[in-house]
């Protein structure tokens, strides 16, 4: 992953494309910030992340810029997640996280909602960064309801 991060700067840099040279020193920095706050090693798990967390304050600035109705502002974050995304691995389909929710239930045995957090510790690195966390926090709630 970091060195595919590294050929796309390079591409872009000698292609001129500076939405997409600026998310890359953006993930490239918020990885360094992240090994030096915290003294971790860079690897696929942190990378995965720091790109997440990206993602997701887009998302959060789009929801404001909509309140606002910058559509220009909109346009501009929604292209920077879309080249975020793509070093993102792929998404989760609904029957994939049906099956790890069913081998997860069957591992830890929860009794009711009370062990959210135990089925959540369980779940949370088998999916992250490939599924939406808060819809996967609905679909636990809604299988321990049940």
Request: hydrophobic share 35%.
């Amino acid at each position: 992953m970091i060195e595919k991060l590294n050929q796309d700067l390079v591409v872009a840099m000698k292609s001129g494309d500076k939405v997409k040279l600026s998310v890359i020193r953006g993930i490239k920095g918020a990885l360094q910030l992240e090994v030096i706050n915290n003294k971790k090693e860079i690897n696929d798990e942190l990378f995965i992340s720091v790109v997440s967390k990206q993602i997701k304050m887009r998302d959060d600035s789009i929801k404001e810029f909509q309140k606002g109705n910058r559509q220009d502002l909109i346009d501009s974050y929604q292209k920077e997640i879309d080249i975020l995304k793509k070093y993102m691995p792929e998404e989760l389909t609904d029957e994939e996280i049906s099956r790890i929710l069913d081998e997860v239930f069957e591992e830890v045995k929860p009794t009711g909602i009370t062990d959210l957090g135990k089925v959540m510790k369980e779940v949370t690195p088998k999916v992250r960064g490939r599924y939406d966390m808060s819809k996967l926090s609905i679909l636990i709630k809604e299988k321990l309801n049940n």
